[in-house]
C-alpha cells in the first residue's frame, strides 16, 4: 500500500514518541501517506492503523477532522483560501472570487485539466497577510493581490 520509503517516513516520526504512544504519530503519518498518495483511500487509512496499531476508525477521526486531509482525489495543487473574518475584510473574499473567476470553478471544485482543487479554509494564523491562502497545504502564499493570484496560477501551471 505506501512505499518503503514512506514507512522509513514514519519510523523518523514514530521515533520521537515512546513506544508505547505510537498512536501520537498519526497526523504525521497521514500527511505522509497523503503526500505519496495525494489522499486518503480507505485502504490507506487502513495501512496507517494497522502500522501504528490503531483501530481503523480512530485514525478515520482524525482524517475526517483536520481538514488538511484529502479524503478524495483532488486536483494536482489544492489552493485553500483563508476566508475567515479577519482575511474576508481584508480581501480574502474578494481573492476568492478572481480565482473562482480566474479558474471557472467554484469550492470543492477542480478544473477540468485535472490541476487545481479550490478550497475555503479556517484561519490560518497570518491575518496580518491577509489574504493568504495554502497551496497544498505546504505553501502559504501572503497579500494575495489580483496581480500575485495571476503569477501564482501562472507558476503552476
Same mark, same amino acid.
Given at each position: 500500500m505506501l512505499s518503503p520509503e514512506a514507512f522509513k517516513k514514519i519510523d523518523r516520526e514514530l521515533a520521537k514518541y515512546p513506544a508505547d504512544q505510537k498512536q501520537s504519530a498519526v497526523m504525521s503519518a497521514l500527511a505522509i501517506a497523503q503526500d505519496e498518495k495525494g489522499w486518503l483511500a480507505p485502504e490507506t487509512m487502513q495501512a496507517v492503523a494497522d502500522y501504528l496499531g490503531m483501530p481503523a476508525v480512530a485514525v478515520q477521526e482524525v482524517a475526517t477532522f483536520y481538514n488538511m486531509y484529502n479524503l478524495k482525489p483532488l486536483g494536482r495543487y489544492k489552493l485553500t483560501v483563508c476566508t475567515n473574518l479577519p482575511c474576508a475584510l481584508s480581501g480574502g473574499e474578494r481573492a476568492a472570487g478572481y480565482i473562482k473567476s480566474k479558474l471557472g470553478i467554484g469550492?470543492?471544485?477542480?478544473?477540468?485539466?485535472?490541476? *487545481?482543487? @479550490?478550497?475555503?479554509?479556517? &484561519?490560518?494564523?497570518? &491575518?496580518?497577510?491577509?489574504? %493568504?491562502? @495554502? %497551496?497544498?497545504?505546504?505553501?502559504?502564499?501572503?497579500?494575495?493581490?489580483?496581480?500575485? *493570484?495571476?503569477? @501564482? @496560477?501562472e507558476e503552476l501551471k
Open positions: 469550492f470543492r471544485e477542480t478544473t477540468a485539466d485535472g490541476r *487545481i482543487t @479550490l478550497m475555503e479554509g479556517e &484561519c490560518m494564523g497570518a &491575518c496580518g497577510d491577509a489574504p %493568504v491562502l @495554502l %497551496v497544498n497545504n505546504k505553501r502559504m502564499c501572503s497579500f494575495m493581490s489580483n496581480e500575485r *493570484i495571476d503569477e @501564482l @496560477l
